[in-house]
């Protein structure tokens, strides 16, 4: 059975940082290629920032370059998200997403579409 589990998020001041971990089980993890979504309320859920297979591709939204760095630990199974500078806007639920395919080690999945397996999400709060 796979599974994803989020923690890591929480209320926080503008300026601050949390770093968020998704825990993956029931995929060869090294063979995945690994994402994080947003959604606030009332808006769609949108693309955060994505890592491909051996950690080497990464993409990120325009809004977060710069203060978000996304990370992998092959080893552990999990997945990071280091979020700095938070700014008000960056509150939602954060969902971290998985998906195995025969895609190049290389290559990055930034499509929701593209993405099979989804965690539950953890809030995340930052007030101005």
């Known amino acids: 059975q796979v599974q994803l589990e989020e923690s890591g998020g929480g209320l926080v001041q503008a300026g601050g940082s949390l770093r968020l971990s998704c825990a993956v089980s029931?995929?060869?993890?090294?063979?995945?290629?690994l994402g994080w979504f947003r959604q606030a309320p009332g808006k769609d859920r949108e693309f955060v920032a994505a890592i491909s297979k051996n950690g080497g591709g990464t993409n990120y939204a325009d809004s977060v370059k710069g203060r978000f760095t996304i990370s992998r630990d092959n080893a552990k199974n999990t997945m990071y998200l280091q979020m700095n500078s938070l700014k008000p806007e960056d509150t939602a639920v954060y969902y971290c997403?998985?998906?195995?395919?025969?895609?190049?080690?290389?290559?990055?999945?930034?499509?929701?579409?593209?993405?099979?397996?989804w965690g539950q999400g953890t809030q995340v709060t930052v007030s101005s």
């Open positions: 029931g995929l060869t993890f090294s063979r995945c290629e």
């Open positions: 997403a998985a998906d195995s395919s025969y895609a190049g080690s290389f290559y990055v999945a930034v499509g929701a579409y593209e993405y099979n397996y």
